[in-house]
């Protein structure tokens, strides 16, 4: 019982980092606050496994490791990723409350859905990367009203019921996802060093697991 305790510990760890990435945002040190947020997706990306191997269902059968991650999951990658939208100025200043709210609302739908998570392993909607999202619109500076017209879009398409991969559990192309995925991690954390000096080739080359994320989901929601 003490393993699967330490495992739910280790899952409860990703709140204090979202807090600390709150914190770094309000004192517009956006570089910490992305790392912090990293850190937490670190530990999301591994908790899962943990918690199966630990058997934490039937070892504290009362306690729900799911609701717990659900909670956390809302907060780092939505709540922090729009408090950051608002705070950072991304998009234009009068449209930082809305875009927002847009991106906190629908989640908040998205997070309630019964079929958020699928039993073979997808998500349905948009699955609320917005720590993701903010992360390129951040490093890329593209103009603001392109930065509100590409967040709008994403809130929009948590409504839409396409079927996206779930990366750690996908039953389909599992190993490639995973090698690319470590790749772009690794990426995404070189771009959050060499931030602001980031050069373009990384920049592109980032992109390629997002463009191949998108389109296997896609791919696999036609069939």
Do not use: C
């Not at 999301?44 to 717990?68: E, H, M, N, Q, S």
């Not at 039993?119 to 390129?136: K, L, Q, V």
């Amino acid at each position: 019982m003490i393993g699967a305790w330490l495992v739910h510990l280790f899952t409860a760890s990703g709140i204090v980092f979202a807090f600390l990435a709150a914190a770094s945002i309000f004192e517009h040190n956006y570089r910490a606050a992305f790392a912090w947020l990293a850190a937490q997706i670190a530990v999301d990306a591994v908790d899962g496994l943990l918690a199966r191997r630990a058997d934490v269902r039937t070892r504290i059968p009362w306690f729900d490791g799911a609701k717990l991650d659900d909670i956390i999951d809302y907060v780092a990658y939505v709540f922090v990723p729009a408090l950051f939208v608002w705070r950072a100025l991304i998009v234009p200043d009068a449209w930082s409350l809305p875009v927002a709210a847009a991106m906190l609302l629908s989640s908040a739908y998205g997070f309630s859905r019964t079929d958020a998570k699928t039993a073979d392993h997808f998500f349905t909607g948009f699955p609320s990367y917005w720590n993701i999202a903010a992360f390129y619109l951040f490093v890329a500076e593209w103009p603001p009203a392109v930065n509100a017209a590409i967040l709008l879009a994403l809130a929009v398409l948590v409504f839409v019921p396409i079927r996206y991969v779930y990366p750690s559990r996908t039953p389909v192309r599992q190993t490639l996802t995973t090698v690319l995925g470590i790749g772009w991690a690794a990426l995404m954390l070189l771009m959050l060093w060499q931030y602001p000096d980031i050069p373009s080739i990384v920049l592109l080359l980032s992109a390629v697991y997002p463009v191949y994320y998108a389109g296997l989901s896609l791919a696999l929601n036609r069939r």
